[in-house]
């Protein structure tokens, strides 16, 4: 089992950014897959979480209204589209795998990517 994310980079403000995970290992809509954030000291974030179908998608409030996900279970990906992009969205973004529905909670998920660096600067 293995999710490798992708699609990080240095953003200006106002900017996007689409992040993928590409997952292998699993039936391809096994999973439910939630995307997070850490920074230095600070405790994983819930970002965006998307169903086993892709009917069903969830968003933590600092990023509602800005980013979407979506996923194409014949590819086995799944992305996260930011746009309108802050300074407070730098970041170290990891997706994660789940069966059993979207979580909020980190601890929740059994599978782990790598995760990729966002970084919003002008």
């Known amino acids: 089992v293995q999710l490798v994310e992708s699609g990080g980079g240095l953003v200006q403000p106002g900017g996007s950014l689409r992040l993928s995970c590409g997952v292998s290992g699993f039936t391809s809509d096994y999973y439910d897959i939630g995307w997070f954030r850490q920074t230095a000291g600070k405790e994983r974030e819930f970002v965006a979480g998307?169903?086993?179908?892709?009917?069903?998608?969830y968003f933590g409030d600092p990023v509602a209204g800005r980013f979407t996900i979506s996923r194409d279970n014949a590819k086995n990906m799944v992305y996260l589209q930011m746009s309108l992009l802050q300074t407070e969205d730098t970041a170290v973004y990891s997706c994660?795998?789940?069966?059993?529905?979207?979580?909020?909670?980190?601890?929740?998920?059994?599978?782990w990517g790598q995760g990729t660096q966002v970084t919003v600067s002008s």
């Open positions: 998307i169903s086993l179908s892709g009917s069903r998608t």
């Open positions: 994660a795998a789940r069966n059993g529905g979207v979580s909020r909670n980190s601890n929740h998920y059994t599978y």
